[in-house]
């Protein structure tokens, strides 16, 4: 006990404040460690410093109390030399060509570099490829002129938030831990023993990179797999929901993962081709990734063909026909649209001469190809006017039995109806 009260003391930047670094902030903060939260974006810093949040799963009283509590929101500066703890939470995206993007983790590292003092220990959790914190981090970090495992202390533990889900608050996912060096990893179990229930030390940084790509290369497979089998089940007049369900029966042997228009978000479509890349320079390359990774490319076009299909067996001219989409976000009760399919079904339908409409309670508005959509309210008579409504994500808060008795024509691409 005297042990953690010591180490509350200590002062903990987090470098990065979006959907994991925000709720992890604010979770350090609440353990009654002092915060200081960095991020370039002003916008968002000051919407913190007037009390507000930005992303579903942090409520405006959250931040409310934080900031009476003594959190600070800041640009990077030198605050983070008086840190002990710093944790790195910024975007790794995919570029343009679907290679890995590492700008920002890079200047992060760099920032810290500048700043870094004897004693701090820094913590990574953005996803990235096996090797990127031996290959990348560590040689950003020794231009300090600091040494790791004496001086300072380096690790990688893997961001496990999933937006969304209430069901498991933060401090209760294992937290698998690693360390550049041992005097590393013990630096990092010390202190995140004090934030989460269980820690997870593993052997090395590659393992701990590794497991968060394994996590979503299972998901992103098995995923695709019964998006590509409820394709095929439509032909064949089969409800493949009810099979799933059927399935899922058996108490043994079989996880039901259930269809959607595709899969999206940050993780689960890039964390794979992140292994992908690394595997290439190997000489080596998964079929199974790759397979995947077109089924979930295609599912967009698919939905949209059904609906252009849908549309052109009802009455009159098609292209006067009007669609609703319920849902933009790529997974229910979130406001992020990265990667999401919904959008890209959007666009398709434009493309395609369509009049498109949209409700999301959580995305309040969106600008396609230079022309700003406005989120719908959603009521009797909006669901009245539109000739197909189309459900793309299955958020909790929408009366979905209100669709059910007004829509005209339905395609639920969630199973929801």
Same mark, same amino acid.
């Given at each position: 006990?005297?042990?953690?009260?010591?180490?509350?003391?200590?002062?903990?930047?987090?470098?990065?404040?979006?959907?994991?670094? &925000?709720?992890?902030?604010?979770?350090?903060?609440?353990?009654?460690?002092?915060?200081?939260?960095?991020?370039?974006?002003?916008?968002?810093?000051?919407?913190?410093?007037?009390?507000?949040?930005?992303?579903?799963?942090?409520?405006?009283?959250?931040?409310?109390?934080?900031? $009476?509590?003594?959190?600070?929101?800041?640009?990077?500066?030198?605050?983070?030399?008086?840190?002990?703890?710093?944790?790195?939470?910024?975007?790794?995206?995919?570029?343009?060509?679907?290679?890995?993007?590492?700008?920002?983790?890079?200047?992060?590292?760099?920032?810290?570099?500048?700043?870094?003092?004897?004693?701090?220990?820094?913590?990574?959790?953005?996803?990235?490829?096996?090797?990127?914190?031996?290959?990348?981090?560590?040689?950003?970090?020794?231009?300090?002129?600091? $040494?790791?495992? =004496?001086?300072?202390?380096?690790?990688?533990?893997?961001?496990?938030?999933?937006?969304?889900?209430?069901?498991?608050?933060?401090? @209760?996912? *294992?937290?698998?831990?690693?360390?550049?060096?041992?005097?590393? +990893?013990?630096?990092?179990? =010390?202190?995140?023993?004090?934030?989460?229930?269980?820690?997870?030390?593993?052997?090395?940084?590659?393992?701990?990179?590794?497991?968060?790509?394994?996590?979503?290369?299972?998901?992103?497979?098995?995923?695709?797999?019964?998006?590509?089998?409820?394709?095929?089940?439509?032909? %064949?007049?089969?409800? #493949?929901?009810?099979?799933?369900?059927?399935?899922?029966?058996?108490?043994?042997?079989?996880?039901?993962? #259930?269809?959607?228009?595709?899969?999206?978000?940050?993780?689960?479509?890039?964390? *794979?081709?992140?292994?992908?890349?690394?595997?290439?320079?190997?000489? +080596?390359?998964?079929?199974?990734?790759?397979?995947?990774?077109?089924?979930?490319?295609?599912?967009?076009?698919?939905?949209?063909?059904?609906?252009?299909?849908?549309?052109?067996?009802?009455?009159?001219?098609? +292209?006067?026909?009007?669609?609703?989409?319920?849902?933009?976000?790529?997974?229910?009760?979130?406001?992020?649209?990265?990667?999401?399919?919904?959008?890209?079904? #959007?666009?398709?339908?434009? =493309?395609?001469?369509?009049?498109?409409?949209?409700?999301?309670? #959580?995305?309040?508005?969106?600008?396609?190809?230079?022309?700003?959509?406005?989120? +719908?309210? %959603?009521? $009797?008579?909006?669901? =009245?006017?539109?000739?197909?409504?189309?459900?793309? @994500?299955?958020?909790?808060?929408?009366?979905?039995? &209100?669709?059910?008795?007004?829509?005209?024509?339905?395609?639920?691409?969630?199973?929801?109806?």
């Amino acid at each position: 006990m005297n042990q953690i009260r010591l180490i509350q003391k200590d002062k903990v930047a987090v470098v990065g404040l979006g959907y994991v670094g &925000l709720p992890l902030a604010v979770h350090i903060q609440q353990k009654g460690y002092p915060v200081i939260g960095i991020d370039k974006d002003k916008n968002k810093l000051q919407l913190l410093q007037n009390g507000q949040s930005y992303i579903p799963d942090v409520t405006h009283h959250q931040i409310k109390e934080a900031m $009476k509590a003594g959190f600070q929101a800041n640009v990077p500066g030198e605050l983070i030399r008086g840190a002990k703890y710093i944790i790195v939470c910024v975007p790794t995206p995919l570029d343009d060509s679907g290679e890995p993007e590492l700008g920002a983790l890079k200047s992060a590292s760099a920032f810290i570099s500048r700043n870094l003092q004897p004693g701090q220990t820094v913590i990574y959790e953005s996803s990235t490829y096996p090797g990127t914190l031996e290959e990348v981090v560590w040689n950003i970090l020794s231009k300090s002129g600091l $040494k790791v495992g =004496q001086d300072f202390y380096l690790g990688y533990s893997p961001e496990r938030i999933d937006p969304g889900n209430h069901r498991y608050p933060l401090e @209760t996912i *294992p937290k698998v831990i690693s360390g550049l060096t041992n005097a590393c +990893k013990e630096k990092v179990n =010390q202190f995140y023993s004090t934030l989460f229930h269980k820690t997870v030390p593993v052997s090395h940084p590659r393992v701990a990179e590794m497991c968060k790509l394994i996590e979503n290369i299972q998901r992103l497979v098995n995923i695709s797999l019964v998006n590509e089998i409820e394709i095929i089940c439509e032909s %064949m007049n089969i409800d #493949f929901r009810e099979t799933l369900q059927a399935a899922a029966t058996k108490p043994f042997g079989f996880t039901p993962y #259930f269809p959607g228009p595709g899969i999206g978000g940050h993780c689960i479509p890039v964390d *794979p081709l992140y292994f992908q890349w690394k595997a290439k320079k190997y000489g +080596k390359s998964s079929k199974l990734i790759e397979a995947a990774h077109e089924i979930n490319n295609y599912m967009p076009f698919h939905i949209a063909e059904r609906i252009g299909k849908k549309l052109e067996s009802l009455p009159g001219d098609p +292209k006067e026909k009007k669609v609703l989409l319920i849902g933009l976000a790529y997974k229910k009760d979130v406001n992020d649209i990265r990667e999401s399919s919904a959008i890209k079904v #959007f666009k398709l339908l434009l =493309q395609m001469g369509y009049q498109v409409e949209y409700h999301d309670p #959580f995305v309040s508005n969106v600008t396609l190809s230079s022309e700003k959509y406005v989120s +719908k309210v %959603m009521n $009797k008579g909006l669901l =009245q006017s539109a000739d197909l409504v189309v459900i793309l @994500t299955d958020h909790s808060n929408v009366d979905w039995s &209100l669709v059910k008795s007004h829509a005209k024509a339905v395609i639920d691409t969630r199973g929801v109806i």
